[in-house]
């Protein structure tokens, strides 16, 4: 019986660690473009493909180490700006586009 509410407390603990030493990291695309492709890593590090409106933003958990990439592709009319943030609760701008654009690529590692 020890035993069980031990490993239940383990379960509870780590299942209250949602980035499990992790990090947060907010996608945000800004702008007015109505018809957007957005191709981006998501928290399993394979390539997720959205068609969003604008504003759009998508927050994930990545370790120390983790390539990521936002790639958005306007297909109608309408700027878009893009940014990624590292810890989005204290909004640290890590990476972002310097210009509106039809096409928009921006990538680094996570450290």
Not at 29 to 43: I, K, N
Not at 64 to 75: C, D, E, K, P, V
């Amino acid at each position: 019986m020890k035993k069980i509410i031990i490993l239940l407390v383990v379960i509870v603990v780590l299942s209250s660690c949602n980035n499990f030493g992790g990090y947060i990291v907010e996608y945000e695309l800004t702008g007015d473009a109505t018809d957007v492709t957005v191709e981006y890593t998501p928290e399993e590090g394979i390539y997720a493909t959205e068609v969003v409106t604008l504003p759009w933003s998508k927050e994930i958990y990545v370790r120390a180490g983790t390539r990521i990439r936002l790639h958005a592709m306007n297909a109608g009319t309408g700027t878009m700006y893009a940014v990624i943030y590292y810890k989005p609760d204290t909004r640290t701008m890590i990476y972002r586009s310097t210009h509106d654009s039809e096409d928009i690529r921006i990538q680094g590692i996570i450290r």
